[in-house]
């Protein structure tokens, strides 16, 4: 909620109007439905006007628009609706980290961490701490937003500071840092890939030189900025904006108990243990999850998911045994019911919008409008830094209708990296630049699949907080890194420093 004090500057008043009209937007459910809707119409009248692309992939082919209100659309819509819902990537995500989570949330093992980190991390250090926690947080693929989002809140409630100031500190490390890194994560192989089979098409020589580290450079020099600005932006901008926090949520630092002191230390030893004989699936030659190639290609990097509720769960339970909080397997169960009766909301948005998200792809609309913007963007003439602002304009405006990154790129990468290989510029920083402007607008679009669950974070500490809400919280983080990573990227290009090993910014034909 924003601040009500007066004589607010221009940005300030701005951000309290999108705000206001943010809010008055319907419920995500009801917008997501909305938008389904649309997507029907859409497709009935660009499927009769007969508008049709080139296929990226099978040159010779064409792909063209699908009725959904055509006979064969409606029995489209009703056969596939149950997978939709079960298919809705984020669904198992935030379900099944949730049950780990939620166990070591209700034995008390989160509160009492927390209570001895917000103790022993100097306060001048917590914001900087945790938007870098945000952005590490991709190592873990998507459970940095069911994880590091609440508890940001809860760090800086605990501190006696705005908790939304924290949650969106912490939202904007891990999405709006999400392409940086200081390990490779498995973004960098799943887009790597695409970008590979891309210039393949246009160089087959070039693109068996490409490896998937080749905006690692980059990446690790996003990190440090992403850090710096997100420090500045969550101190300087949201949290006077935000004001002084006056909910009835409170998060205290209390002191530990000794049981509870116990309870912490048990709890990391059995992380620790828990951890060395997850490794064991790993590290050896004949570990069932080490896989052949790198470790990023192997099965344990694809089981991130249950690996991160084993490790919250299993700490989880030690601590409740030790501190009493958990007697018998009852209330194991109970405690993980009870957290799965939270997340009832996010089940229903989840149904709705992975209706959305399967028309928005059975139809071809996000195809085409991926490569209409690609032929404008051609069709301009820009060169250097103009042909920059552009692809990150044109991608940032997709991502505000396709959330997933790997899926974009999937579309994208085929018509854009030929074209700007055409034009003298790498496929390595086509696809730094695509990770830039895909990053940069995750925190402000509502499509974003785990945007409803940070608004329902938002509203433990203040019910009014809405899309709107959220919006106008992210804006600052959204523009100025953007302003912050064009920045970098111009002067990457006047130095003509590699992205990576072995990846150059231009293409040299």
């Known amino acids: 909620m924003a601040s009500s004090a007066k004589n607010k500057g221009f940005f300030m008043r701005l951000l309290d109007g999108i705000e206001r009209v943010g809010n008055r937007l319907p419920h995500p459910v009801t917008l997501f439905a909305i938008f389904c809707l649309l997507i029907m119409v859409a497709s009935a009248i660009f499927a009769n006007l007969g508008v049709q692309v080139d296929d990226p992939v099978n040159e010779g082919e064409v792909l063209q628009v699908k009725n959904l209100l055509s006979a064969e659309g409606i029995k489209y819509m009703f056969e596939s609706a149950v997978s939709n819902f079960t298919g809705f990537a984020p669904l198992g995500t935030v379900l099944v980290t949730m049950l780990g989570i939620g166990l070591a949330e209700r034995s008390g093992l989160i509160s009492a961490g927390l209570r001895a980190l917000v103790m022993s991390v100097p306060k001048q250090l917590m914001t900087a701490a945790l938007v870098f926690g945000g952005i590490m947080s991709s190592m873990a693929a998507d459970a940095g937003y069911v994880v590091l989002t609440p508890l940001g809140a809860v760090l800086f409630a605990g501190m006696g500071r705005h908790p939304l100031a924290g949650l969106a500190a912490a939202f904007a490390g891990v999405s709006g840092g999400f392409s940086a890194n200081l390990l490779l994560t498995s973004l960098d192989p799943l887009l790597g890939s695409l970008t590979q089979e891309a210039a393949a098409t246009l160089d087959p020589a070039y693109a068996g030189q490409m490896n998937f580290a080749m905006n690692y450079y980059f990446m690790i020099a996003s990190v440090i900025l992403i850090t710096l600005i997100g420090t500045f932006v969550t101190e300087k901008i949201v949290e006077p904006r935000l004001g002084k926090y006056k909910g009835e949520v409170k998060e205290t630092a209390e002191d530990l108990k000794p049981e509870e002191k116990k309870g912490l230390w048990a709890a990391f030893a059995a992380f620790i243990l828990t951890g060395l004989l997850l490794s064991l699936l790993v ?3 004949w570990g069932p999850l080490r896989g052949e190639g790198s470790i990023i290609d192997s099965p344990f990097f694809h089981s991130l998911v249950p690996v ?10 030690v601590y409740g045994m030790v501190t009493k909080t958990i007697k018998n397997d009852k209330d194991v169960a109970n405690q993980m019911s009870d957290t799965m009766a939270t ?5 229903v948005l989840a149904f709705i919008a992975g ?4 028309y928005f792809k059975e139809t071809n609309l996000g195809i085409v409008l991926a490569i209409n913007g690609a032929e404008f963007l051609e069709s301009t003439g820009f060169k250097g830094i103009p042909l920059i602002l552009t692809f990150i304009l044109i ?3 997709i991502n505000l209708f396709i959330g997933s990154a790997s899926a974009k790129w999937a579309i994208m990468a085929p018509v854009f990296v030929p074209i700007m290989m055409g034009l003298g510029y790498s496929p390595e920083f086509t696809q730094a630049v695509y990770r830039v402007s895909d990053s940069t607008t995750n925190i402000i679009s509502p499509l974003l699949p785990y945007f409803a669950i940070i608004i329902a974070f938002a509203q433990k ?3 009014r907080v809405g899309i709107g809400t959220l919006i ?3 804006l600052p983080y959204s523009l100025f890194f953007t302003l912050g990573w064009v920045l970098m990227l111009i002067v990457w290009m006047f130095t003509g420093i590699d992205l990576g090993p072995g990846s150059p910014i231009y293409y040299d034909k």
């Open 283 to 285: 590290v050896p030659e």
């Open 308 to 317: 991160i509720l084993i490790m919250f769960f299993i700490p989880g339970l």
């Open 343 to 347: 997340m009832g909301s996010y089940v």
């Open 472 to 474: 106008s919280t992210m």
């Open 355 to 358: 209706q959305f998200v399967a």
């Open 395 to 397: 991608t940032g405006i």
């Open 461 to 463: 500490y203040d019910k």
